[in-house]
Each structure stands twice: as structure tokens, then as C-alpha cells.
């Protein structure tokens, strides 16, 4: 099956900074999405983008899937940005499954 | 919309026992599917379900059976608890399989 890996694992930031999160997958994608987690537990549906490029307040994510890598942009950091964001994606086999990376755990520091 | 609602939201059991995780969601989502989140492993795919009457095997089906009767519910049954089953449990649901999937806020098992 299609493999998923986020780098980097742990990310530590000062309130303010930007930063880059990135998803590669071993296979051609029909779905990618990117979720937070926040510190409760709570899993919040950032993008649906399994090709180019949206914008969502200081979010925004970038899906190149020729090159087979997503990328996450968290810009002025906030501490409630803080958690652990996954990348998901589904293989172009039509599996109907959606595969989840590890993730990338973001501590923002005031 | 209450979204996806998950219940209970904390259970513990011993091992042997059977229980019911639900899952309802008012959204009128086709997609539903399970996972259970384990440290360092991210989340899991147990099963899943396109539709009223369809449902599928995900990466971890073992030891836990669905069914989908309606389209706003997603049971998951465990037969015969077992201690490796202590995890948190999310469902989740989507219009389609390509679209934006939203979770309920988690089930926490311990099976002792």
C-alpha cells in the first residue's frame, strides 16, 4: 500500500515564527487532506488538496503530486496553533482508503 | 449540525467483554469510516463504509466488526476485548471518499 511520511517529527517554534511541515508519499494520490490535533484530542479538517495550491488565514498547503510531497505553511505562529498535524492520503489504486502519516508534533512557545 | 458524535466518550473493560462503539452523524455523509489512534503510530484505518449496507475491511479490522443499517449510523462492535484494543477511537465521515472527512471528538478504551 501507498506510504506516507511527515517531517519533521518534532517542531519547536517562538509565537511569531513561520514554519514548513512536509508530507511525501510513496505513490500517486487521488486524496490528500491535512488535519490538527489539537492538545484535547480534537481532529480538525485543515485541507482537501490533492493537487496545487489554497489559502486559509495563515494556513496554507501546496500539493505537488508529480513530485509526490505536500507541504504545510504555518505563518506567525500562534501558541493555539500548537499540536499534531497529519497528512492523509489515498492511492490512485481506488482503495477507498485513506492512509495517515505520523505526523508532525508543533509546540509554540509564547 | 451536531456534526459527528461519538459515545461514549470514555470506557473500560475487562478483557473478554463486548461493547458497542457508536458513531451518528446529521451531515447525510455517504463515507464513514473507523480509526483507532495508538502512540507514535498515528492513526489506523479499522474499517469502512462507502455507503447504507456497504462496508469494508481497513488495515486493522481484526477483533472488531461494523455494520452500516442507515446512513447516519457506524457501529463498532468488539466481540472479546483484548487488552492490545486499549486505544482512542475516532470515526469520522465525509460526503464521499474524496472529499473533506470530519471526526467526532474520540472514544477512549482501556481494556484491562
Known amino acids: 500500500g501507498i506510504q506516507v511520511e511527515q517531517s519533521p517529527p518534532d517542531l519547536i517554534l517562538q509565537e511569531g515564527a513561520n514554519s514548513t511541515l512536509r508530507c511525501n508519499f510513496s505513490?500517486?494520490?487521488?486524496?490528500l487532506q491535512w488535519f490538527h490535533q489539537n492538545p484535547w484530542g480534537q481532529l480538525i479538517n485543515l485541507f482537501y488538496i490533492p493537487s496545487g495550491t489554497k489559502q486559509n488565514g495563515r494556513l496554507s498547503a501546496t500539493t505537488v503530486a508529480t513530485e509526490r510531497y505536500s507541504l504545510l505553511y504555518i505563518s506567525s505562529s500562534q501558541t493555539t496553533d500548537s499540536g499534531v498535524y497529519f497528512c492523509a492520503v489515498e492511492g490512485q489504486g481506488g482503495s477507498e482508503k485513506l492512509v495517515f502519516g505520523k505526523g508532525t508534533k508543533l509546540t509554540v512557545n509564547p | 449540525n451536531a456534526g459527528v458524535t461519538q459515545t461514549p466518550k470514555f470506557q473500560v473493560l475487562k478483557t473478554g467483554q463486548s461493547m458497542t462503539l457508536q458513531c451518528a452523524q446529521d451531515m447525510n455523509h455517504e463515507y464513514m469510516s473507523w480509526y483507532r489512534q495508538d502512540p507514535g503510530m498515528g492513526l489506523r484505518l479499522i474499517h469502512y463504509s462507502v455507503g447504507a449496507g456497504i462496508t469494508d475491511q481497513g488495515e486493522v479490522p481484526n477483533g472488531y466488526n461494523v455494520s452500516r443499517s442507515t446512513t447516519e449510523d457506524f457501529p463498532l462492535r468488539l466481540l472479546s476485548a483484548a487488552p492490545s484494543q486499549t486505544s482512542v477511537y475516532f470515526c469520522?465521515?465525509?460526503?464521499?471518499?474524496?472529499?473533506?472527512?470530519?471526526f467526532g471528538n474520540g472514544t477512549r478504551l482501556t481494556v484491562t
Open positions: 469520522a465521515s465525509s460526503y464521499s471518499n474524496r472529499s473533506p472527512l470530519h
Open positions: 505513490d500517486s494520490v487521488n486524496n
